[in-house]
Structures are given as structure tokens and as C-alpha cells.
Nanobody, 118 residues
Framework: QVQLVESGGGLVQAGDSLRLSCAAS????????MGWFRQAPGKERELLAR????????YYADSVQGRVTISRDNTKNTVYLQMNSLKPEDTAVYYC???????????WGQGTQVTVSS
């Protein structure tokens, strides 16, 4: 069993930066694929970025490409999402998820709210 806890969200202004963190419990984190998702009110959940256990980044969504960086520190059981040049349309609840493969991201955090004001 893996538990994920996101942090780092908040209220920021357009153009600001934020770094989200996702701390994982359990010894399997270092072997897991991890991803960051977001869901805005009235919209479907969107995969933003995905990273393999090795640290290889395998996906960025077009909507955030060039503005976000996913990374992980397996010694700290933590995955990060650095977000720059934030826009009001980035306002959403951000979730991290993890699992043994890209198609099996079975473990989810509770989410952290990001609100970007114009």
C-alpha cells in the first residue's frame, strides 16, 4: 500500500511560479511510475506529466509543455511539479498518482488546490 500526500498549492498571481510536492509512504515508491494530474471545475481530469522510476520523463501535456517540470527524488520518496508562468486557466485541484506502470496509476493523493488570479 502506498499513500500519497500533495502539498505546495495556494493562491498566486498570473505569471508566478509554484512547486508542488507529493510525498509517498511505502518502500515501493522508487519502483513506481508517477504522474501529476489536475481537474478544474466542470472539466475532466487531465494528465499533466509522467515520470518513470528511473527519472525519465515520458509525458507532458501540450497545455503545460514548456512551463512545468516533473522530477523525483527517490531518496526522499517525493515527486515534484515545478510550474512557471502560471495562468488563470491553470486553476484546478492538482493530484499526484503512482503505480507499477503508466496504465496502472492506482494510488492517488487527496489533491492540492492551485488558484491563479489574473
Amino acid at each position: 500500500q502506498v499513500q500519497l500526500v500533495e502539498s505546495g498549492g495556494g493562491l498566486v498571481q498570473a505569471g508566478d511560479s509554484l512547486r508542488l510536492s507529493c510525498a509517498a509512504s511505502g518502500r515501493t515508491f522508487s519502483s513506481y511510475v508517477m504522474g501529476w494530474f489536475r481537474q478544474a471545475p466542470g472539466k475532466e481530469r487531465e494528465l499533466l506529466a509522467r515520470i518513470r522510476a528511473s527519472g525519465l520523463v515520458t509525458y507532458y501535456a501540450d497545455s503545460v509543455q514548456g512551463r512545468v517540470t516533473i522530477s523525483r527524488d527517490n531518496t526522499k520518496n517525493t515527486v515534484y511539479l515545478q510550474m512557471n508562468s502560471l495562468k488563470p486557466e491553470d486553476t484546478a485541484v492538482y493530484y499526484c498518482a503512482g503505480g507499477p506502470s503508466s496504465g496502472s496509476l492506482n494510488y492517488w493523493g487527496q489533491g492540492t488546490q492551485v488558484t491563479v488570479s489574473s
